[in-house]
């Protein structure tokens, strides 16, 4: 069992703490059974202290450098056409805890991922009422949490930008449900920007503004951070984190794990950004072979992770290393390690587990 799960008063595996001001949890990602994660077991990422939300007051406002602002409130944006769509969110921090040298942050560690079924108004039904001026470039997304950085003296906000992309923008949503369930509170309630095949700090929660602006934008969560980084503190070659990177993990066995010859299932889970995946191979010898194993997820559609399964018949014992390793429709490889970067960005490395195979004495 992973002694890394906090259990429950019913033995069931919990959130895992990363972080407790603000409070990051991570999923018992070994423990997610079923292909759409549950609310209660999505990863939660905070940057800042956890915002009021008054309903009575709070409304959505699209303004800048627009022809006509407009505002609506939470009833209003309810009565919009709505769509579902099954997408994927990683923390772009994931796996930031197996960076060799270490990186400072959230020592994320498998977890900070999960799937789940989004609801809500197209972003573009919403900006097809406005006319953006030509002077507009960009489109910052603002969320209602706020605090202060440590690298800074006065409060912000939480805000992202994203490119006046057509392609991009139409595939976004301003969620209102998660999982047929309005959107947890800690995830956003009650409304959420999503960006299929982005990481996660693309999603901003709690949105309460969206503004178009003539200048690139430069805050904090976009300009200071979410940047890869050679060195610490040198931006001169700063590169964006937009999209994920195709990456899996092997949710069993577990590390350290100690199973008895015969037949067993290697399982995992695999995804992408843009595109699918479209196999995973698993090598039990430390990656001198490699062998494909099955997708088993009910879908394999563009931004969604699938579950995969291998058979693997042990008929010796000894000391072994699982390796698990995920090819995307776009020719991506996960690589055997990734490419270390300063803040411990996008680790898409090979995820290997040591397990151990006891001699059988009669």
């Known amino acids: 069992m992973n002694q890394d799960l906090p259990r429950s008063i019913n033995d069931k595996p919990g959130l895992i703490p990363r972080q407790v001001m603000p409070e990051n949890l991570e999923s018992p990602i070994n ?121 800074m003296d006065t409060p912000v906000n939480f805000e992202r930008s994203l490119p006046l992309d057509k392609t991009l923008l139409g595939e976004c949503l301003l969620a209102l449900k998660m999982n047929d369930e309005p959107i947890p509170y800690k995830h956003g309630f009650p409304l ?40 610490e503190g040198d ?36 995804w992408t950004g843009k595109g699918t995946i ?16 099955k997708l088993t997820s009910p879908e394999h559609g563009q931004y969604t992770w699938t579950f995969w399964e291998y058979a693997w018949n042990i008929t010796n014992p000894g000391h072994y290393f699982v390796l698990a390793r995920a090819h995307d429709s776009n020719g991506n490889v996960q690589p055997k390690a990734a490419p270390w970067n300063a803040k411990g960005y996008g680790n898409n490395s090979i995820h290997t587990v040591a397990i151990t195979i006891p001699q059988i004495l009669h």
């Open 31 to 151: 423990n997610v059974l079923t292909w759409v994660t549950p609310n209660e077991l999505f990863y939660t990422r905070s940057h800042l202290t956890y915002p009021t939300i008054d309903m009575h007051s709070w409304r959505l406002s699209i303004g800048g450098e627009v022809s006509r602002p407009l505002y609506f409130n939470y009833e209003q944006l309810k009565q919009m056409p709505q769509v579902d769509k099954f997408v994927t969110i990683e923390c772009s921090g994931n796996k930031r805890a197996m960076f060799e040298p270490p990186v400072p942050g959230e020592q994320w560690k498998l977890g900070a991922v999960g799937n789940a079924k989004w609801t809500g108004v197209p972003l573009t039904f919403l900006l097809d009422q406005i006319k953006p001026k030509d002077t507009a470039v960009e489109i910052v997304f603002t969320g209602a949490d706020s605090g202060i950085r440590p690298d």
């Open 192 to 231: 959420r920007l999503i960006v299929p095949g982005w990481y996660g700090m693309a999603h901003v929660k709690w949105v309460t503004q969206i503004g178009f602006v003539s200048n690139p934008f430069k805050g904090p969560f976009q300009a200071i951070d979410y940047v890869y980084l050679t060195n």
């Open 235 to 270: 931006y001169s070659n700063a590169v964006p984190v937009t999209e994920m990177k195709v990456n899996s993990i092997i949710t069993w066995p577990s590390k350290g794990e100690i199973i008895h010859p015969g037949q067993h299932s290697v399982r995992g889970l695999a």
């Open 278 to 293: 479209s196999n995973v191979e698993i090598s039990v010898d430390n990656g001198m072979s490699w062998n494909v194993a």
